[in-house]
């Protein structure tokens, strides 16, 4: 079928032929369907497994890997095919656009075969986010947030404050003696906000704390009007959404009530175990809990499935609000796909010689730029010094296209000005959040919200910025090229 | 007898005499001429047919059957003049801080004209088909192609330079010629017809499959021209292309040029290099010697013959034979003296012996065998570059 389609384009679309656009469309969309498949099936919530115990998974490194590994194989194997014939050194028939064109093919070749991984990393999260609504995933989550005040996950309130985030709003601050065991008032829930442990590529979403904060209040509000049937209610529904998992407990709602209820003070509580089946070495009836330097007694007579649901409906979370593929994580795999084209058509419209010369010269100049900014040790000057570099490339390489004269080293300019360009809009926009820095002297009530600010906070949607000004660019610059060509080699 | 008369005329006479090869060759040359996918058909039909090796009679009757009906077509077709396509101005080419420096080169080239550049090597051949084809550019003087471009680009899309150590291709050679043929615009329905027809008409029926480095210099050669033919150049310059082939071939390929560049209703012209200096004067409608940059041409263009008549309209070339003898120079020299002999040099084995402007090559001739001299092969360079090279 690829041999007829081939053929056909052949005769009718010889660009097309040339790129093997079918083949790689196929190929690389296949490969991504399959690696998100993999990552669906590889997604499953294992409710056996519980916070406390031992879980790392051995297989998303490998599959990593082999994605990054299926991507370089399959460019050098694309390329090996594509290289074969180049009608624009061969100077046959273009019109203006036909460069512009071929990069564009070639940039959403590279763009597919640089997401293999976010494919897969996608599909574990949606897999995991497919188990509940969003709706119900956001009730679970309270729930567990707020029985979380009951377990060891507790937090003393003076313990966990973190002074740079003034979302969180720490109520009911009693002095703590820390010898005794502190009051539940005195407690805080561990919200899902407050999960620190993702692994990496995953961003903590800040927001979520205010949910966390919300939760926080209001099951401090029923210990304190003393709503105690809202307390059993909450954790009936806990032991509920254990049996949704086929996770039992052998406790009901209103005896764990019993263990954590003592009001007004809250100081006397008891925890029960957090995991299912008791290991063997816990046969044992009473048992002391240390967490936060408080000793609290613990009837592992009893259990809640609360260490697995704990770890699941965190990975729930994660999924839902943290993903590992979103607008911030794509930009990256847009860029590596973005770079891979560039790289790719400035070789194709140049020479291997001058393409690596370039290259080259690139990395040396990053050095001795790198040495004179650290020399002036001014913030903005290194930024400065590469813009000009860049400037300076296209003034050369645009007097050759419009000059009588031969190319001289424009091909080396003009690889030059390919990669150079990208860096223009993040350059720019160093500069001016760095020329800004003055405001961070002001007390922040007294910082005028500048551009600069705004492009601080903003910098995924600079970037994103940065590849509409890279689209815009090459349109101009292929046209350049194509005049470029025609000018005399020597 | 109009001028395609006279084609067709050659072409049966080729039939007649039974050289079906080089007749098939014409044939696939009118076809191409026609434009007409129907004769491409038929074409390939034919070529299938005599794929399996008929009778001779069976082959020249479809061939003598395909040839009316060209004939039929493009007797009725006017033949558009021969323009100018091709203006050199005084170009100079100087290369810092190299001493060595082309021109000032002057030429005119014209549709379906073959000019060959002869010199030693490193006299700037190579240098004038690049600066011709858009590669260098002039130092000084003008290059004026006669005809319309968007832009340099689009110029050198219709200028084809086929380097002496042409670039590799990569995969199967017919799937190449078939993506040439795409990118120039060809019809989907005629491509393959008309790459089949080149492929045919260039010799390559058997290599269509073969890849470049299973190819002899030779093949790699008729497949860069199978290429050129599909680009349907205005100007065609190569480089030495009679190298690393063999005698045989190296007739047939300037045959084939000639036949391409005359034809009459695709006429191109070509610019060539080469060392066979014989076999070039042959082919080509002008001559350019080049030495340590400066030209020398074999022909008076028109202006140069009026030029020449108004300053020594009296003026006779001398007469330079190139002969191989066992005799000694002073024994040659004192032999020849009767005839006017003004020079005798020995070079590389064979003697050059000029004489006055009034000496036959026929005089010469009779005082060799009057005198019993004993010679193993002479020629007559009076009109040839390769005076220039003993000069």
């Not at chain 1, 790289?343 to 990395?363: H, N, Q, Y």
């Not at chain 1, 600010?453 to 994103?464: S, T």
Request: neutral net charge.
């Amino acid at each position: 079928m690829f041999n007829k389609i081939q053929n056909h384009l052949l005769l009718r679309h010889p660009l097309l032929w040339n790129i093997k656009v079918v083949p790689m469309l196929a190929i690389t969309i296949a490969l991504n369907i399959l690696l998100f498949l993999v990552g669906f099936a590889k997604g499953g919530l294992d409710f056996n497994q519980s916070r406390y115990g031992y879980n790392f998974d051995n297989d998303s490194p490998v599959i990593i890997f082999f994605s990054v590994l299926l991507s370089v194989i399959v460019l050098i194997l694309w390329l090996v095919y594509y290289f074969r014939n180049n009608a624009f050194k061969s100077f046959y028939p273009k019109n203006n656009n036909a460069l512009y064109k071929e990069w564009l093919i070639i940039l959403v070749i590279c763009v597919l075969n640089c997401f293999y991984t976010a494919s897969y990393m996608w599909g574990l999260d949606v897999r995991k986010t497919a188990y509940l609504s969003d709706k119900e995933l956001q009730h679970r989550l309270d729930v567990i947030s707020m029985v979380s005040l009951f377990t060891d996950d507790a937090t003393l309130y003076d313990d966990y404050v973190d002074e740079n985030d003034t979302n969180v709003v720490v109520e009911n601050a009693i002095p703590q003696d820390k010898s005794q065991p502190a009051s539940l008032l005195q407690k805080n829930i561990d919200g899902f906000g407050s999960y620190r442990y993702g692994i990496m590529m995953r961003q903590r979403n800040v927001s979520y704390k205010n949910r966390d904060s919300v939760n926080n209040q209001r099951i401090k509000s029923w210990l304190i009007n003393g709503r105690r049937d809202s307390v059993v209610k909450l954790l009936n529904e806990f032991i509920k959404i254990g049996l949704d998992h086929n996770l039992k407990s052998n406790i009901s709602g209103e005896e764990w009530t019993n263990y954590v209820y003592n009001p007004p003070t809250f100081k006397k509580y008891k925890y029960i175990r957090f995991r299912q089946p008791p290991l063997p070495s816990e046969n044992y009836a009473v048992g002391v809990s240390t967490s936060y330097n408080q000793y609290i007694e613990t009837d592992l007579k009893h259990h809640v499935p609360y260490g697995e649901l704990r770890y699941n409906y965190e990975k729930m979370y994660e999924a839902k609000y943290t993903p590992f593929i979103d607008y911030k994580s794509v930009i990256l795999y847009l860029m590596a796909g973005f770079s891979f084209s560039l790289l790719i058509f400035s070789f194709r419209v140049t020479s291997g010689r001058s393409w690596l010369i370039a290259l080259v010269s690139i990395f040396v100049g990053l050095m001795l730029v790198g040495l004179f900014a650290i020399m002036f040790s001014s913030g903005t000057s290194y930024a400065v010094m590469w813009l000009m570099i860049t400037a300076g490339a296209a003034v050369y390489y645009f007097s050759v296209t419009t000059g009588k004269e031969g190319k001289g080293i424009s091909d080396i300019m003009l690889n030059c000005c390919i990669w150079l360009f990208t860096s223009v809009v993040p350059l720019i926009s160093m500069i001016i959040v760095t020329n800004s820095n003055q405001y961070y002297e002001l007390p922040a009530e007294k910082r005028p919200y500048t551009f600069a600010h705004w492009l601080d906070d903003h910098i995924p949607e600079m970037f994103y910025v940065n590849l509409l000004f890279i689209i815009v660019y090459m349109y101009f610059l292929t046209i350049s090229i194509k005049k470029w060509r025609g000018v005399a080699e020597a | 007898m109009n001028q395609i008369q006279k084609h067709f005329d050659e072409v049966r006479d080729l039939l007649r005499f039974g050289d079906h090869a080089v007749a098939l060759k014409r044939i696939i040359d009118f076809t191409l001429d026609t434009e007409d996918i129907s004769f491409y058909r038929k074409a390939n039909d034919l070529l299938n047919r005599l794929d399996a090796s008929p009778s001779p009679e069976e082959a020249k009757a479809w061939l003598d059957s395909l040839l009316d009906d060209l004939y039929v077509t493009l007797s009725t077709r006017t033949i558009k003049p021969r323009e100018k396509i091709l203006e050199v101005k005084n170009v100079k080419k100087e290369y810092y801080p190299s001493a060595f420096a082309l021109g000032p080169v002057n030429l005119e080239l014209y549709e379906g004209d073959i000019i060959g550049l002869v010199g030693e090597n490193g006299n700037g051949k190579t240098t004038l088909l690049r600066l011709l084809c858009g590669e260098l550019y002039a130092t000084s003087g003008n290059i004026n192609y006669n005809f319309k471009y968007q832009d340099l680009y689009d110029l050198r899309t219709r200028l084809v330079y086929i380097p002496q150590r042409t670039d590799t291709w990569r995969g199967p050679m017919y799937e190449n010629l078939v993506f040439t043929a795409a990118s120039y615009g060809y019809k989907p329905e005629e491509n393959h017809l008309v790459v089949e027809l080149i492929i045919a008409r260039l010799g390559l029926r058997k290599f269509r499959q073969h890849s470049w480095k299973s190819l002899s210099s030779g093949y790699k050669m008729r497949f860069e021209l199978a290429r050129m033919l599909l680009r349907k150049p205005k100007i065609l310059l190569i480089d030495e292309p009679l190298a690393n082939l063999d005698i045989l071939a190296q007739q047939t390929v300037l045959e084939d040029f000639r036949a391409i560049a005359k034809s009459p209703f695709r006429p191109i012209g070509i610019v060539l290099s080469s060392q066979q200096l014989y076999e070039v004067e042959k082919t080509s409608d002008q001559v350019i010697f080049l030495k340590q940059g400066v030209q020398k041409n074999l022909h008076d263009t028109p202006n140069q013959v009026v030029e020449n008549e108004s300053i020594e309209p009296a003026k006779l070339k001398p007469l330079v034979i190139e002969f191989e003898s066992e005799w000694s120079q002073s024994r040659l020299s004192e032999a020849l003296q009767p005839l006017g002999l003004e020079g005798l040099q020995f070079n590389g084995g064979t003697y050059i012996a000029t004489f006055k402007g009034e000496t036959t090559q026929n005089a010469f001739l009779q005082e060799v065998i009057s005198q019993n001299i004993p010679i193993v092969y002479f020629r007559n360079i009076s009109n040839s570059t390769r005076r220039f090279f003993v000069s």
